[in-house]
């Protein structure tokens, strides 16, 4: 089935510091979410984005609909050791399954 | 409201045997979907049940199979089990309009083949 570019693989960071990652898709989507997985657990989710264009934040997380509809953009603030485990992105279109991207693992070093 | 529930936690079979997973969604949820997760092939989508009903299915073989039962509580057999299906199997529920999809996971089910 299909999966979305999700950049990047992994990352290792400093606490405090900002990240950035994104997930494409050759599809159009209705509806973006992004969600976070610590290990041996099942995903929670973040944030849910349903109109190209959206910008909506969870506190320090903010994520974005892209206004072609095929990407979407996560952006953590000063990061903290809590933030560590991998992030992923899912989109969904009307009458079809999620599809997930490949996951971006965050290191973030104290 | 209690969250995703899934049942057994931990399993550990042997080739040729049969597994049944268990899945509770939140209340009130009718869409439960199942998915598989490994670590060279990442979340993989199973199949997705609605009001008792397959609505969507993904490219597994035909010894994967579910059900939905009328209090939305989902159930996912895999038969004739092979060791290519050790995975964390993920169980997630939405309400299921057309309108949102936010989606919501279990802790799921670690399996482990021998």
Known sequence: GQQ??????????????????????????????????????????????????????????????????????????????????????????????????????????? | KAGVTQTPRYLIKTRGQQVTLSCSPISGHRSVSWYQQTPGQGLQFLFEYFSETQRNKGNFPGRFSGRQFSNSRSEMNVSTLELGDSALYLCASSEGGRDFYEQYFGPGTRLTVT
């Open chain 1, 4 to 110: 979305l570019n999700q950049s990047p693989q992994s990352m290792f960071i400093q606490e405090g510091e900002d990240v950035s990652m994104n997930c494409t898709s050759s599809s159009i989507f209705n509806t973006w979410l992004w969600y976070k997985q610590d290990p041996g657990e099942g995903p929670v989710l973040l944030i849910a984005l349903y109109k190209a264009g959206e910008l909506t934040s969870n506190g320090r997380l903010t994520a974005q609909f892209g206004i072609t509809r095929k990407d979407s953009f996560l952006n953590i603030s000063a990061s903290i050791p809590s933030d560590v485990g991998i992030y992923f992105c899912a989109g969904h279109e009307v009458g079809n399954q999620f599809y997930f991207g490949t996951g971006t693992s965050l290191t973030v070093i104290p």
